[in-house]
Structures are given as C-alpha cells and as structure tokens.
C-alpha cells in the first residue's frame, strides 16, 4: 500500500508563496503505478475543492479557475515527490490542504476520482 505525506504549509501573508510537497511512501511497484495525483483543500465549513490535478505519465495538468496563473502542481520522479507552488496567495485560499493518488490515468479534480489521501497540511494567508 502507499502513504501520502505533505508537508510546506503554514501561515503567509497576502501576496507571498508556499510550496507544498507530498511525498508517496511504501512499495515501489505501486507508488511507480500512481497514474494520477491531485491537490485539494477544504476551508472550515465549506466543501472539499480540488485546486490541482497531474496525469504522472505525460505531466499533463489541469486547475481550478480560481487558481490558474498563481497555483503549479508539478513532479520530480527523481525525488518521487509531488509539489504545489502557490503564489500571489490570498486570505480566501486559506484552508486545509490534501495530497490524493489514484492509479487510473488522466487528470480530474473530483475527490471520488482518488483513492489515496494524506493528512493535510494547514495553509493560512492573513490580509
């Protein structure tokens, strides 16, 4: 089985960068089969939002409107991690952040489309 653990999160003010990393642990064979891995977010009495989606085999990306230009989900299969790199970063993406992988192919930021999630790194940008 594979394990996801993120870490990068914390407090910034408006404007500034974070760079979250996720990195799968367990069997080689099946984080090497991971097709697909995602970011979400969940902010305190809102619904799960998936924010960033990469197809592992072309790198092949997709987002959410409301971060396109400021977000970038991105792989290092060297380092076998996963990162987001948030920019211009505003109070309203403060929230809960979520690592998710799944081994069918292609991009999707439906939740039901993953099966594998961490715990979450805690993101909060002040105005």
């Known amino acids: 089985q594979v394990q996801l653990v993120e870490s990068g999160g914390g407090s910034v003010q408006a404007g500034g960068s974070l760079r979250l990393s996720c990195v799968p642990s367990g069997s080689t064979y099946y984080i090497n089969a991971l097709g697909r891995m995602g970011w979400f977010r969940q902010a305190p009495g809102k619904e799960r939002e998936g924010v960033a989606s990469i197809y592992t085999y072309y790198s092949s990306t997709i987002y959410v409107d409301s971060v396109k230009g400021r977000f970038t989900i991105s792989q290092d299969k060297a380092k076998n991690t996963l990162y987001l790199e948030m920019n211009r970063l505003k109070p309203e993406d403060t929230a809960m952040y979520y690592c998710?992988?799944?081994?069918?192919?292609?991009?999707?930021?439906?939740?039901?489309?993953?099966?594998?999630w961490g715990q979450g790194t805690q993101v909060t940008v002040s105005s």
């Open positions: 998710a992988a799944d081994y069918r192919a292609g991009t999707t930021l439906s939740g039901d489309d993953y099966s594998l």
